[in-house]
């Protein structure tokens, strides 16, 4: 079982990877993969530098009860040093086991239209990308709209700043969440509430995941504060299953 609020497994046929925006600065996955390598965890020997490890491949299909699966936790398919010919293996295992549902989260928003211009989305393939603000983030949300994925998430964690208007045309579900670690950034309680009112207002399911390292009384906390109510509610609302549409 994963820890991860919103998901139920999680598969990493890839790990590490490399910063690229300002919500990679207290990436969870780099200081849990540091600990790994340090115990000796087979597929951690390398740290966080990217690796593929393909003997992990066939691991979803070994299980036969239907699971939800988070793919790369510890790093992103979409990563430039991942080949193509490497994630056309990863979707082809997708494809093979239609009794899970993968999802897929990418802070790389520029190389999806280009990937899967002529290549099928597998139907049980959710598709993210992270918005953790308005530089970086959000101009990732144009680029998902134009892949034909059944289902198109938006990870707005950490949210680390207002993210204004969003236009969630072609938009199934909504993450939010705060910052939690060593050095976390606080989330203001009307910057994910702005969010949330604009998923209700364009009819898009909002799952609000954590507080992190600040309470919603702005107060820093010792541990994390994954209190989940925002507002006085529990917000955990997941995607209906469309019919696939290309924006």
Same mark, same amino acid.
């Given at each position: ?10 598969? $990493? &046929? =890839?790990?590490?990877?490399? +910063?690229?925006?300002?919500?990679? +600065?207290?990436?969870?996955?780099? #200081? ?8 000796? /965890? ?7 530098? *990217? ?19 988070? #793919? $790369? ?8 040093? =991942?080949? @193509? ?12 086991? &239609?009794?899970?549902?993968?999802? =897929? ?21 959710? *598709? ?10 959000? &101009?990732?949300?144009?680029? *998902? ?5 059944? /289902? ?7 949210? *680390?700043?207002? =993210?204004? @208007? ?19 950034? &606080? ?5 994910? @509430?702005? #969010? ?29 504060? $994954? ?8 917000? @955990? ?11």
């Amino acid at each position: 079982m994963s820890d991860i609020e919103w998901t139920e497994q999680t598969w $990493n &046929p =890839v790990t590490g990877c490399t +910063k690229v925006s300002p919500g990679c +600065k207290h990436c969870y996955a780099e #200081v849990m993969a540091k600990r790994l390598q340090a115990m000796g /965890v087979r597929g951690y020997e390398n740290g966080f530098a *990217l690796s593929l490890l393909p003997e992990r491949l066939e691991q979803p299909l070994k299980r036969k009860r239907p699971t939800t699966y988070f #793919v $790369n936790s510890m790093s992103d398919l979409f990563h430039e040093d =991942v080949p @193509d010919q490497y994630i056309e293996q990863v979707l082809e295992v997708m494809g093979a086991a &239609p009794q899970h549902t993968f999802q =897929v989260l990418t802070k790389r928003a520029t190389r999806l239209p280009e990937f899967f211009e002529n290549r099928e989305v597998p139907k049980n393939l959710w *598709l993210g990308v992270s918005v953790e603000d308005r530089k970086y983030g959000v &101009p990732r949300i144009d680029r *998902l709209r134009q892949v034909g994925a059944y /289902v198109r998430f938006l990870s707005v964690e950490p949210l *680390l700043e207002d =993210v204004g @208007d969003l236009d969630l045309a072609g938009i199934h579900w909504v993450i939010v969440g705060g910052e939690s670690g060593k050095g976390a950034r &606080p989330m203001r309680p009307e910057w994910a @509430d702005r #969010v949330r009112r604009q998923c209700e207002e364009q009819g898009v399911a909002f799952f609000f995941k954590q507080w992190g390292g600040w309470g919603q009384d702005g107060k820093k906390r010792s541990k994390k504060a $994954n209190g989940r109510e925002l507002g006085g509610r529990v917000y @955990d609302n997941y995607p209906l299953i469309p019919s696939i549409t290309i924006a």
